[in-house]
Structure formats: C-alpha cells, structure tokens
C-alpha cells in the first residue's frame, strides 16, 4: 500500500494521510446499504504499518491505494439481525 487516509471518528475527525511504503495489518467492516439506499457503502477499518513498525489506522476512506495485491474475503450473513446495542 502506498497511501492509507483513515479518520478516527468518520465525521468528527480530520482525515490522516499517510503516503509511504505500508503494509496492510487488518483490515475489516461491512458492505451496506447507504441511508439513501441509492447504492451499497463500503464501512471499513484498516489498520496499516510502516517500516520502522508504527501503526496507524481508523475508517478507511476514499483515496486509499493499494499498489500491490489487496485480498478480500466477503461472506454474507443471511438473515442477520443488527441489534442496537445502545439500548
């Protein structure tokens, strides 16, 4: 990977750029429908490191680019139910 842009918070925080060689540690989230349900949403949290083994991480945002191989399993969950766990 050679740029990761990632936010703690997805709106609350300002996008942190990282452009260097990096290695993808994890990288995880769901496929859903967007509020609009115009168009399905990628919700993904990556975290990647660097040469020197610093972390960084957060939401995955647009822009990110991978400039070798990126693998990614999806598995769909039928008849999931999300609870609010809030509650």
Known sequence: MR???????????????VEKPLEIVSC????????DKKAPMV???????????RSSGGHLLKGSIIDAIGYVAIFELAAAS??????
């Open 28 to 35: 995880s989230g769901s496929i859903e429908w967007a509020v």
């Open 43 to 53: 919700h993904g949290h990556i975290d990647v490191t660097d040469q020197g083994y």
């Open 3 to 17: 740029r990761s842009i990632a936010s703690f918070k997805k709106c609350a925080s300002i996008p942190k750029v």
């Open 82 to 87: 999300l609870v609010d766990l809030e509650k």
